[in-house]
């Protein structure tokens, strides 16, 4: 593919289920340049649901990333910041159910429902008589691991993952921990439009290019990700129960205006009392889900806001 905005472009061809160090880097980058790659993402796997409604027999991974990018310069202990400037997406979104998954299971029933929903000039498509304009995300974004796979379906980890949260999204930026050499960038899960906490497990997914610049910040210890907005500081939390996740989050919201910031303690208990929202995220959960259901999440992905404009 030749686009002349794009320095780099990663076809949806190099996509694969899983964050890992063991995986080859497709493209190696310099930090803080500037540089806008394009990663491509697939929707296979709703197009062969829609086919055969039949989980037995699909061929296509779930929520396959593209990558991994090395980028130079980022070490061990590190944060990437992942700057997202577009979501170009294709022509084309599906809504699917897939039975056990969601808050809506056991409503939806066993029988799998899938619809293909055209996205034009006018919108998304999602009914005969509902077009929404486009509201495009990423759902899966993160690093790789030291060891092991971190997974792009559940749970969320602290190096990111399948997030589904509708503000990683172009103007934002999404910091990510790193924890080996080059923290290996893959994005992938490109939603048209998604509620927040995504009801159904599947937003109207698509297909699509995410187009994102990266930078390192030295020597950065975030225990989860946070994402950056035109107005607000996002704070993930993530734990289980989901007391334990939104402790977290407030937690990191706070060191931030009393170690970053400076703020006496008191302060910032005020403020956040007044003014520091907090809602769930995504609904992948924070914790490997128990193996004989291996859909249903374990443990809460929440988030934390701090307004820029107390700052």
């Not at 439009?193 to 910040?217: H, L, N």
Request: proline share 8%.
């Amino acid at each position: 593919m030749t686009d002349p905005s794009l320095d780099h472009f990663l076809p949806k061809a190099l996509g694969r289920p899983g964050y890992s160090a063991d995986i080859e880097p497709v493209l190696r980058v310099a930090s803080g340049t500037g540089a806008r790659i394009g990663f491509e993402t697939d929707e296979a796997v709703y197009a062969e649901l829609h086919a055969h409604h039949d989980m037995a027999r699909l061929q296509a991974p779930i929520n396959p990333v593209t990558g991994p990018v090395f980028v130079e310069g980022a070490h061990p202990g590190d944060a990437l910041a992942v700057r997202i400037h577009d979501i170009r997406l294709r022509d084309r979104g599906w809504s699917v159910s897939l039975p056990g998954t969601g808050a809506l299971a056991e409503l939806m029933g066993e029988e799998m429902f899938s619809r293909l929903v055209p996205i034009d000039a006018e919108g998304v498509h999602v009914t005969d008589r509902h077009v929404f304009a486009p509201r495009p995300m990423i759902g899966c974004i993160g690093t790789a691991p030291a060891s092991g796979v971190g997974s792009t379906i559940m749970p969320t980890t602290w190096l990111g993952g399948n997030m589904d949260v509708t503000e990683v999204r172009p103007g934002s930026t999404v910091y990510l921990p790193v924890e080996v050499e080059g923290a290996l960038l893959s994005i992938g899960d490109i939603h048209a439009i998604m509620a927040e906490g995504e009801s159904s497990f599947v937003a109207i997914e698509a297909e699509g290019v995410a187009v994102v610049s990266v930078d390192v910040v030295p020597g950065v210890a975030f225990r989860a990700p946070r994402i950056e907005t035109e107005a607000e500081w996002i704070f993930v939390g993530l734990g289980d129960p989901v007391q334990e996740s939104i402790r977290r989050g407030y937690e990191d919201a706070f060191r931030f205006l009393v170690e970053d910031h400076g703020w006496e303690k008191g302060d910032a208990y005020a403020v956040m009392s007044a003014v520091a929202d907090s809602r769930l995220g995504g609904p992948t959960g924070s914790e490997a889900p128990d193996p004989l259901h291996p859909m249903s999440p374990l443990g809460a992905v929440t988030l934390h806001r701090i307004p820029k404009s107390v700052l």
